[in-house]
């Protein structure tokens, strides 16, 4: 059986919603001849931001498989399949943040970042250790979920914002 795992909901929304508050202005203010202009370039970089944040997992009973999507490969992530076997070990490193990141360290030497925001991420990370006999125990979230629901609340008041003050 095959399970699948997005990408959070609020991650996604937060990413989305920074990139409308953001950019949603442009078509507004912009010159007349580049009306029509910034308007297909917002659609087509809100049509890059939601395909970017489509990646998955998918796991099941031989390997896990991080599937990336075509806009997602063009800069530059690449999809990568590991076989449960072939994991030696989960490597942690701190980031510059104070968070840490873990990647998967198989028996050849290669290294695969572990997705830390992915959608049941505690049923994924039983997966993972009943799959590979590592302990999990110390594997997080890569930031607090707070942290992108702030993100998102954030920029829906810089998007009211920018709706009054164009009203006005």
Do not use: H
Not at 91 to 118: A, E, H, I, M
Not at 133 to 138: F, L, P, T
């Amino acid at each position: 059986m095959i399970e699948k795992f997005k990408t959070l909901f609020v991650v996604k929304s937060s990413l989305i919603s920074l990139y409308i508050a953001l950019t949603i202005p442009l078509p507004f203010i912009s010159i007349e001849k580049l009306k029509i202009f910034s308007i297909i370039i917002f659609f087509l970089g809100l049509y890059f931001i939601i395909n970017i944040t489509s990646d998955y997992v998918e796991i099941c009973s031989n390997k896990i498989s991080y599937k990336s999507s075509f806009i997602s490969k063009f800069f530059g992530k690449k999809n990568w399949e590991i076989s449960w076997k072939d994991i030696k070990l989960i490597k942690s490193f701190p980031t510059s943040q104070g968070s840490k990141v873990y990647y998967f360290n198989t028996f050849r030497g290669d290294n695969f970042l572990v997705p830390q925001r992915v959608e049941n991420f505690e049923k994924f990370l039983s997966i993972v250790s009943s799959n590979t006999g590592i302990d999990i125990s110390d594997i997080s979230y890569i930031s607090p979920l707070w942290t992108y629901k702030l993100l998102t609340l954030l920029s829906f008041f810089m998007i009211i914002g920018e709706i009054f003050a164009f009203l006005n």
